[in-house]
């Protein structure tokens, strides 16, 4: 199944403006990562939750996506010719 906390963001350091690679997860845990060009110390911050929210979200509607495509598959289809 599809895991969005481990999609991939592109963050730039605020110092040196390097391109950091982080993932959902890493955001909405608000973890510290080191910049990859200055290796200053750059704390993620999930403002308001919405990183959270967003994934959690996302979450549930490929649940219930999952759970109908289950269903599809006890249809049965009777064709007359």
Request: hydrophobic share 30%; with cysteine; aromatic share 4%.
């Amino acid at each position: 199944m599809f895991n969005i906390e481990e999609q991939k963001i592109n963050i730039s350091c605020p110092k040196c403006s390097f391109e950091n690679s982080v993932t959902l997860k890493q955001v909405k845990d608000q973890e510290s990562i080191i910049c990859g060009g200055c290796k200053y110390s750059i704390k993620l911050v999930d403002e308001n939750g919405s990183v959270r929210k967003a994934t959690e979200d996302i979450k549930k509607g490929f649940n219930e996506l999952e759970k109908s495509l289950e269903k599809l598959k006890n249809i049965k289809i009777n064709i007359k010719l």
